[in-house]
């Protein structure tokens, strides 16, 4: 390994994001289903739930919690994601079990914020000109995604659907080769009883 460093100059140590600024949805949804993709997948209990950043900046969230039964016992542990999440923005997370199992007990989590850290810079894959319409009993979402780097980056790009109530329904994903400045079009249908939609970026590799 090469590590090059230029002049005295420390790097900046990541800022700490106050906790008061974000919140995890009350709603959370669990569900065992296909996870991953392609050689990938398999069956495991996972919990969708949204976080929300209240503050005038952008942060990467971490969020993890455990899965419980219907006696409020552990039934499970959930693997922690971490998001961007922009300023006054929402992001849906999927905690998967830590195992990659199907979890027939659990029937809700318990979920809290991990960590949070404010990034350095914003992610040079965005979405643009995003839209939602209904579809008989669902929703469709499009956007566009659009690479503002110099260089081609693979970009993870997701979709939260939910329903009246604001219950996450589901949380599809595609990844998304793009060259440098370019932008392509993304589209993802809601499961029937969905009303509102949104596509945003997941991890991103440049």
């Known amino acids: 390994m090469l590590v090059v460093i230029v002049g005295c100059e420390r790097v900046r140590p990541l800022e700490q994001v106050d906790r008061s600024q974000l919140a995890v949805g009350k709603r959370i949804t669990v569900r065992t289903d296909t996870v991953g993709a392609d050689q990938h997948a ?4 996972f919990a969708l739930v949204d976080a929300d950043n209240s503050g005038d900046l952008p942060a990467t969230v971490t969020v993890g919690g455990v899965l419980v039964d219907g006696d409020g016992h552990e039934a499970g542990t959930l693997r922690p994601e971490s998001l961007w999440i922009p300023a006054h923005g929402r992001r849906t997370f999927a905690l998967v079990d830590d195992r990659d199992g199907e979890r027939p007990a659990a029937v809700a989590a318990r979920v809290d914020v991990r960590g949070a850290i404010r990034p350095r810079h914003d ?31 693979t970009a ?48 991103i590799r440049c």
């Open 42 to 45: 398999r069956l495991a209990t």
């Open 123 to 153: 992610p040079p894959v965005k979405i643009e000109q995003g839209h939602v319409w209904k579809d008989g009993d669902r929703v469709v979402a499009t956007a566009m995604v659009v690479n503002t780097a110099d260089r081609p980056c």
């Open 156 to 203: 993870v790009v997701l979709a939260g659907f939910h329903d009246a109530a604001g219950a996450p329904l589901t949380r599809p994903f595609a990844v998304f080769p793009i060259g440098a400045k370019i932008e392509r079009p993304a589209r993802f249908v809601g499961p029937p009883g969905s009303t509102t939609g949104y596509i945003f970026i997941g991890k």
